[in-house]
């Protein structure tokens, strides 16, 4: 199977590209650095050329609605533009658990990128899985990088329930093993409700052992506004699989799992 992976040298492309190779499929990591830009089109048409599935695991660092928005819908629109002229099989999209909630995604403009990435490809004529989930582990130290200011970094406190990223990239391949035999939607969390600042303390604790003691930042919670609605939609409904691996099992394994 020839697979397209969009994001490919991301936090989840990678991943994905690492197992869909070990599964023996032949993989395109596209990315801006290999002349595919999913953004603008550039590259599309050529590395779409014989593909079976493409995987979309695009994202932007922004919080702001109207960039979301913008990446996310000119994205998917070329991407599905493109599979559909290469009569690409079936499309995967990586997208995040309760994206379309409106009382979400009217407070965080990331998540109204999502819902409008989602829109979509729900429309595509081809068929297509959206695979969503919950944060992942690896956002507790974004965050930390994202928010630091000098020895400080101020997190945002509310609960979320993470899942390690490698058992999202397992998921995602599954899926497209499956092809169009795949639901169009899939769900997964991680396997307990977690505070998102108490993690990050973990993660910048955790480093600062593994470089000796030498410095980290002090993590520092605060509240956000509108925090009741937003713990409520970060969590999983009733029904959403779950991922056994604990948080501190992932960190201490190498942050793997």
């Known amino acids: 199977m020839k697979v397209i992976v969009l994001g ?51 994202n ?3 919080m702001k609605a109207g960039a979301c928005v913008d990446f996310y819908e000119t994205t998917a629109r070329n991407v599905i533009r493109a599979a559909e002229d290469a009569r690409v099989a079936h499309l995967v999209c990586v997208s ?43 956002l507790a130290e974004t965050l930390i990088n994202q928010m630091r200011i000098g ?6 406190r509310m ?42 303390r973990k993660v910048a604790h955790n480093n600062a052992v593994v470089h000796n003691g030498g410095p980290h930042p002090r993590v520092i919670a605060i509240p956000v506004p509108g925090i009741k609605v937003l713990n409520g939609g970060l969590l999983p409904g009733v029904g959403v699989a779950k991922d056994p691996t604990l948080f501190e099992e992932w960190l201490a394994n190498g942050r793997t799992a």
């Open 8 to 58: 490919g040298n991301g936090t989840m492309g990678a991943r994905v590209v690492r197992l869909l190779e070990i599964a023996g499929h032949e993989v395109v990591a596209a990315s801006r650095s290999t002349g595919i830009d999913a953004y603008t089109g550039a590259g599309l048409a050529d590395s779409f050329a014989g593909a079976d599935a493409v995987v979309d695991c695009l």
């Open 60 to 62: 932007i660092v922004s």
């Open 96 to 138: 995040i658990l309760n994206a379309r909630n409106s009382e979400i995604n009217r407070r965080m403009g990331y998540y109204r990128g999502k819902a409008a990435q989602e829109a979509r490809y729900q429309n595509a004529r081809i068929p297509t899985t959206i695979v969503r989930t919950t944060q992942w582990f690896e």
């Open 151 to 156: 020895p400080l970094a101020v997190m945002p």
């Open 159 to 200: 609960m979320s329930q993470p899942v390690a990223a490698d058992a999202v990239a397992r998921l995602i391949v599954s899926v497209v093993e499956l092809g169009v035999e795949a639901p169009a939607g899939v769900e997964l969390a991680g396997p307990q409700p977690r505070d998102l600042a108490k993690l990050a």
